[in-house]
């Protein structure tokens, strides 16, 4: 059963643009990760959504894909993940929040796993 992550990010007024296109950079390298499945993982931002205060400020996001909970957790405890949170995030964050769930297993399809990676 595929668990889906998602992270919504925002960081403090004076955090520069540089600094969040660096976490962004890092962020997008733990796709790498084999807890992640079939390296799915994408951060997107900053928020595109109109009227933006529907954002409630959230700057960018973070999905990603794992063949289970044991899966997730692996990912939440890697040495790589703690790397980038504590160096790019959590000093320099207003918000953050968090939500994953299991995917029913009649809409796993739609989650596009089954076949070779692309």
């Not at 990603?64 to 939440?76: N, V």
């Not at 160096?87 to 796993?108: I, W």
Request: proline share 4%; net charge negative; with cysteine.
């Amino acid at each position: 059963m595929t668990v889906v992550h998602i992270v919504f990010f925002k960081f403090r007024p004076e955090i520069t643009e540089e600094h969040k296109a660096t976490f962004v950079k890092e962020l997008k390298q733990l796709k790498a990760l084999p807890c992640v499945k079939n390296n799915r993982l994408i951060v997107g931002g900053p928020s595109i959504t109109n009227p933006i205060e529907r954002s409630k400020g959230f700057e960018f996001a973070l999905l990603s894909y794992h063949e289970d909970r044991k899966a997730l957790e692996e990912y939440q405890k890697s040495d790589e993940h703690h790397r980038v949170t504590s160096t790019y995030m959590f000093p320099y964050k207003e918000d953050l929040m968090r939500f994953d769930f299991e995917v029913d297993e009649e809409d796993e399809w739609m989650c596009m796993f089954g076949g070779k990676k692309e």
